[in-house]
């Protein structure tokens, strides 16, 4: 939790240099024959817990394919969308922010979307959580407060919260103490319940699920602040994967029912989506006068 707010710069060379390598064991995909699937993964845990809790997805996509599917966690979302343009992965599971991010730099698109049991839905919402005991109980008493985004392709756990606070007129540059950024959802929901930060901004479906294990106590945490609904994290392909192995994986994954991944619980199979469903994410990029492409 001592990571400082990275400058672009140096999330751009740590990225470069992870890519280097990742890619490196990677598969190359250069003849038409495909010998395996490679899958990359947003970092919402460490890179062996997110394996384990996708390994029923993994295996179940495995049996359906008939081909080898191989995961890849990076530390950071940047790690998967350079190993996207790099072509070293065939499909990634991102985030909704950096899937806009990856789509301006690379030949990828939006296919599939999870849908759960529990919600019925593919969509869910950015908090911001404080632990109850501390008093506070609304954004504007964190004025000089020490608080924690996950990383800064991130959706629900930077981009709409901060879009949200400038909207009632609180400027995060400035408004808070200390600000960090803690690499992963989990992280910060436990840098808050450990008071290592006053407040942090999470996914609610992360949160619950962290509940949902006994990482953490529901009645522990007041919610400060919730988004409007954002578009559920998207399943993307490379552009020029085969066709033929789209259309195989499209109905492979509408097949997932009744299998746990992640923080998405048990899964209600995946329906379509399309790039277009992700222009509300646009919209708030325009909020915070994002370049996208120099987000890299």
Known sequence: MSHPRFSAARR?????ALVLTVC???PQHASAQQ??????LIPAEDSQAMIESSRQVL??????LGMPV????????NGVIEALRAKKLDVAYLGPFSYVLASSVAEVEAFSVAVTKKTGQSAYRSV??????????SVAELKGRNFAFVDPSSAS???????????TGLDPETYFGRVVFSGSHDASILAVANRKVDAAAVADRIFNSAVAKGTVKQDDFVVLWSSRPIPESPMVWRKDLDPALKEKLAKALANLKDVKWGDQGVLNGFQPTSDAAYDVVRDTAKVLK???RGMK
């Open 70 to 77: 191989k995961p890849f966690v990076a530390t950071d979302y």
């Open 59 to 64: 295996d179940a996509l495995q049996q359906q």
């Open 157 to 167: 756990g930077h981009l709409f919260p901060k879009a949200g606070l400038q909207q």
């Open 290 to 292: 994002l370049d996208l």
């Open 35 to 40: 010998r395996a699937l490679t899958i990359g």
């Open 128 to 137: 911001i959580l404080a632990r109850k005991d501390s008093g506070l109980r």
């Open 12 to 16: 751009t060379a740590l990225g470069a």
């Open 24 to 26: 490196a064991g990677l």
